[in-house]
């Protein structure tokens, strides 16, 4: 079954307004990380968080590892923001499970 | 910091060719993978490996070998391309910190088939 789901599938804001995505994933993992993408882009790794809340720059992100849930808080958000936002989780053997994204547009 | 390259950037190649991948990553990771990205499906892995000449299967290996003579690099190849493997392929490493295991990605490589 599909280990990770992400939510919304897609997102659309006017700038400056706050962005709130979220990861459910359906086993136990020993890493979570959030992934951002442009269009045609590679995967830029934004933040890893296990467990607890961590904060850089504009991003938050707060895991419950018991109640495998992850969310990623970007406030303020900005044009630059636009793209597709991937969460990803290891289960502890080294092979990481990924999430379809969230598409995030950001409109000025 | 290090970097991941992948090579080529494109790989065009006709119906039931045989094509390789080559990833090269300078961080000393020991773990690296290849997964696959289809539009609308999210990233797979195809293959991994936790070490020289190690070789894990991931879920969509079917199709795929793959290659790790060094710890610096690893290949994948597509062992008889067809047109709905049009995708791009991510090369990734890891490393295990006290943290967790953190991922970092190359490029990317686009597979054409005519």
């Known amino acids: 079954g599909q280990q990770v789901q992400q939510s919304p599938s897609s997102l659309v804001l006017q700038e400056g307004e706050n962005a709130e995505l979220q990861c459910n994933f359906s086993?136990?993992?020993?890493?979570l990380q959030w992934f951002y993408q442009s269009p045609g882009g590679s995967l830029v790794s934004l933040l890893s968080?296990?467990?607890g809340t961590k904060h850089t720059g504009r991003l938050t992100s707060t895991t419950v590892t018991k109640e495998r849930r992850s969310s990623l808080h970007i406030s303020s958000s900005q044009t630059t923001d636009s793209g597709t936002y991937l969460c990803?989780?290891?289960?502890?053997?080294?092979?990481?499970?990924f999430g379809k994204g969230t598409s995030l547009t950001v409109i000025p | 910091g290090g970097i991941i390259t992948q090579t080529p950037k494109f790989l065009i190649g006709q119906e039931g060719q045989k094509l390789t991948l080559k990833c090269q990553q300078n961080?000393?990771?020991?773990?690296m993978y290849w997964y696959r990205q289809d539009s609308g499906k999210g990233l797979r892995l195809i293959y991994y490996s936790i070490t020289e000449n190690d070789l894990q299967k991931g879920d969509l290996s079917e199709g795929y070998d793959a290659s790790r003579e060094k710890k610096s690099s690893f290949s994948l190849t597509v062992t008889s391309a067809q047109k709905n493997e049009m995708a791009v392929f991510l090369c990734?490493?890891?490393?295990?910190?006290?943290?967790?295991?953190?991922?970092?990605f190359g490029e990317g490589s686009r597979l054409i088939v005519v």
């Open positions: 961080f000393n990771h020991d773990t």
């Open positions: 990734a490493s890891s490393i295990d910190r006290n943290s967790g295991n953190t991922l970092y």
């Open positions: 968080n296990p467990s």
């Open positions: 086993s136990t993992a020993t890493q």
């Open positions: 990803a989780i290891d289960t502890g053997y080294q092979n990481f499970y």
